[in-house]
């Protein structure tokens, strides 16, 4: 810093805590874990061995065609990359449909597919390190040229961190004729089977959901959906590690084929047997699986996954555990005011641990939506779930901890993660913290304002629930503006049971690449039971905007972090003019442009597309010597990419922003 100026207030706070959730104290606003995200869609994460977590999602913040970011956050809710967070591919074109996978390393693979240079689409693959670097470039890798349209693609990693992509094509697009196919790709991002992988099944049939487990000994099996006669079977094949198929004939037709099956869910245990769990349609929408060991179904006909519970099913989510048993979750619709999410267990064997009627996550009569389920080490088996007391209500965001032997952990009703009114709630996904607790991530849409027509903004939000109730300091209420030559933080904290240092942390946004975080001071607490308010002012190095948060630290361990607040910088007293890029962007409705200026000037702003052609032109007569800004409407502006040129005397800078909506 060129200079620093501190200014500590402390004092006390008195405020409502719940000390179950931890990220907030609020339970009526989870914490916000990704800034500037315009409207973040397919939200997909997976958990770290350290108990943190990548989240990837499609979003058209930088461009009108979807891009794919990533996020890395660890136990304490500190994200590890960039505050908004970072690009997957340099690549132009549109991204679709990503896959997340991450190894016990925490290295996360994520797989794609890309119309940069294809109009069919090729599906890329990209190596994202746990520190948020890219190992196989900008870009990623193409895991396979696809010379038809891939139409639904899968990927797992084995222990040796070898990814396997089954992917779909359809080879007549005015027809009905279908290409499965299935490639290996090493940790060094090499092509096992040939450019273009490997045929397991090419005919004049639809095929559709593809699924792929790895298997223990380099090879893997293929599942997919396969009509016959206007009905949905389940299908399955194995490969063996150099791509021969060895284990069955042909296939191995795993549903009957007098079922329609609409959707289903496969998971492998650790003993090696292989889970199927489906849902059969139109009409009765029931929930059956079977369990196959070494290519044989150990009971031919299928089984009931809870036989007393005759009504409709649907939500169905599964997963193995460490104790070879399979878990697996649906909602059961019981009437229009009443669906309950139900847990069954069942060993590898095939029987039902649970009951033939399962265990329900908690006893309140609602309807319940976007089940999640996970397990720890331990097996214990975290759920969480959209819950709404009627039709009209906009639902809350509720979990619950079941046992090995599937005994509520934590309250009956369940356990309170958000508790918003009048907000969107969607992409529900739960995962063990490592500590017997649980992280949740979701979307939530909040309204700009309280008018019933407002615009509604969405981003990724998160909350952690502890396994203990035990009393642990929150930071609230962070705020950051611009005071004269400074920027001021200020937040407040409940119950410092414990000596703690704060660590103001902030990033600069320069360059896409960037992801360090730069520390500008450290502040020791003064603990007292009802918490502090704390204020720190700082003079920057730079103009620019400016991630800042709050990191709570005992000793060397982060144990809490702030939400992100994000601040335009420009020096007061500066001799150069500056421009910054505008906010929001990309733009909706209206964007601000903020610039200085070391004297009194007229200032032209012209606006352009893509084409170049000009669209607009501002003239401001009425500059003051110092910082400056001017509202821009691109409210009746298309969706694409647009240029505004500032000018003042000899000075000139261009800008792209995004108009999105």
């Known amino acids: 810093m060129s200079s620093v100026k501190l200014f500590v207030v402390i004092a006390c706070l008195i405020s409502p805590f719940n000390a179950f959730a931890q990220w907030?104290?609020?339970?009526?606003?989870?914490?916000?874990?990704?800034?500037?995200?315009?409207?973040?869609?397919?939200?997909?994460?997976?958990?770290?061995?350290?108990?943190?977590?990548?989240?990837?999602?499609?979003?058209?913040?930088?461009?009108?065609?979807?891009?794919?970011?990533?996020?890395?956050?660890?136990?304490?809710?500190?994200?590890?990359?960039?505050?908004?967070?970072?690009?997957?591919?340099?690549?132009?074109g549109k991204k679709d449909i990503p896959v997340l996978k991450v190894s016990k390393k925490g290295t996360a693979y994520v797989l794609w597919k890309d119309f940069s240079y294809s109009t069919?689409?090729?599906?890329?693959?990209?190596?994202?390190?746990?520190?948020?670097?890219?190992?196989?470039?900008?870009?990623?890798?193409i895991s396979s040229l696809c010379a038809f349209p891939p139409v639904n693609y899968s990927m797992s990693l084995d222990a040796a961190e070898n990814s396997y992509i089954a992917y779909i094509e359809k080879i007549d697009t005015s027809g009905n004729e279908y290409d499965l196919r299935l490639q290996k790709v090493t940790p060094k991002g090499e092509r096992i089977f040939g450019n273009d992988g490997i045929s397991l099944a090419s005919c004049n049939l639809i095929k559709s959901s593809v699924q792929v487990l790895s298997d223990t000994k380099g090879g893997a099996y293929v599942l997919w959906l396969e009509s016959h006669s206007g009905k949905n079977i389940v299908q399955m094949k194995h490969v063996d590690k150099s791509g021969n198929q060895t284990l069955f004939k042909k296939q191995l037709e795993v549903t009957p084929p007098t079922t329609n099956v609409i959707s289903y869910q496969s998971t492998r245990l650790v003993s090696g047997e292989t889970f199927i769990f489906w849902q059969v349609g139109p009409k009765s929408k029931e929930m059956y699986y079977t369990v196959i060991a070494n290519g044989v179904k150990l009971f031919q006909e299928?089984?009931?996954?809870?036989?007393?519970?005759?009504?409709?099913?649907?939500?169905?989510?599964?997963?193995?555990?460490?104790?070879?048993?399979?878990?697996?979750?649906?909602?059961?619709?019981?009437?229009?005011?009443?669906?309950?999410?139900?847990?069954?267990k069942i060993s590898r064997t095939g029987n039902l641990l649970w009951g033939d009627d399962g265990e329900k996550v908690n006893s309140k009569v609602s309807q319940k939506f976007s089940a999640s389920i996970s397990a720890d080490k331990f097996c214990n088996i975290y759920a969480a779930w959209i819950e709404k007391e009627d039709q009209y209500s906009s639902g809350y965001i509720y979990g619950q901890k079941l046992n090995q032997k599937g005994k509520l952990q934590w309250d009956a009703s369940g356990t309170p993660i958000?508790?918003?009114?009048?907000?969107?709630?969607?992409?529900?996904?739960?995962?063990?913290?490592?500590?017997?607790?649980?992280?949740?991530i979701f979307r939530e849409g909040r309204k700009t304002d309280s008018l019933k027509n407002s615009k509604m903004n969405y981003s990724i939000y998160g909350q952690r629930l502890y396994a203990?109730?035990?009393?642990?300091?929150?930071?609230?209420?962070?705020?950051?503006?611009?005071?004269?030559?400074?920027?001021?933080?200020?937040?407040?904290?409940?119950?410092?049971?414990?000596?703690v240092i704060y660590k103001i942390e902030m990033f600069l946004l320069q360059s896409s690449k960037d992801t360090t975080w730069t520390e500008?001071?450290?502040?020791?607490?003064?603990?007292?039971?009802?918490?502090?308010?704390?204020?720190?002012?700082?003079?920057?190095?730079?103009?620019?905007?400016?991630?800042?948060?709050?990191?709570?630290?005992?000793?060397?361990?982060?144990?809490?972090?702030?939400?992100?607040?994000?601040?335009?910088?420009?020096?007061?007293?500066?001799?150069?003019?500056?421009?910054?890029?505008?906010?929001?962007?990309?733009v909706s409705d209206s964007t601000e442009i903020n610039f200085y200026l070391p004297a009194k000037v007229n200032v032209k702003l012209e606006f352009y597309n893509?084409?170049?052609?000009?669209?607009?032109?501002?003239?401001?007569a009425n500059t003051v010597r110092g910082r400056n800004s001017y509202i821009y409407s691109g409210a009746t502006l298309p969706e694409g990419i647009y240029f505004f040129r500032f000018t003042a005397g000899n000075f000139r800078d261009v800008k792209k922003f995004v108009v999105a909506r």
């Open 24 to 92: 907030t104290i609020n339970l009526e606003r989870a914490k916000n874990l990704v800034v500037d995200t315009y409207q973040p869609t397919n939200i997909i994460t997976g958990d770290l061995p350290e108990g943190g977590l990548h989240v990837v999602w499609m979003d058209r913040k930088e461009s009108p065609d979807q891009s794919i970011f990533i996020q890395t956050i660890d136990i304490n809710g500190r994200v590890k990359l960039r505050a908004d967070g970072k690009k997957i591919s340099g690549l132009p």
């Open 120 to 141: 069919n689409g090729d599906l890329y693959l990209q190596k994202v390190g746990s520190d948020g670097s890219f190992e196989w470039g900008e870009s990623g890798i």
């Open 302 to 344: 299928p089984k009931l996954v809870t036989p007393k519970i005759k009504t409709s099913k649907s939500n169905l989510v599964a997963l193995g555990c460490s104790d070879s048993t399979a878990v697996v979750g649906f909602i059961t619709e019981k009437n229009s005011e009443q669906k309950d999410f139900v847990i069954q």
């Open 418 to 440: 958000l508790l918003s009114k009048n907000t969107e709630k969607s992409y529900v996904n739960s995962f063990a913290d490592k500590k017997q607790g649980m992280v949740v």
């Open 520 to 586: 500008v001071a450290s502040l020791s607490a003064k603990p007292l039971p009802t918490g502090n308010d704390y204020s720190y002012k700082f003079v920057p190095d730079s103009d620019g905007i400016y991630f800042i948060r709050i990191v709570q630290m005992a000793g060397k361990d982060p144990i809490a972090a702030s939400e992100i607040r994000k601040v335009s910088y420009i020096k007061e007293f500066g001799d150069k003019i500056v421009v910054l890029q505008n906010n929001p962007n990309p």
């Open 468 to 499: 203990e109730r035990n009393a642990v300091s929150v930071i609230a209420d962070l705020s950051a503006s611009v005071d004269s030559d400074s920027i001021m933080v200020s937040w407040r904290t409940s119950s410092e049971s414990k000596a």
């Open 610 to 620: 893509s084409k170049i052609e000009k669209l607009d032109e501002i003239n401001l």
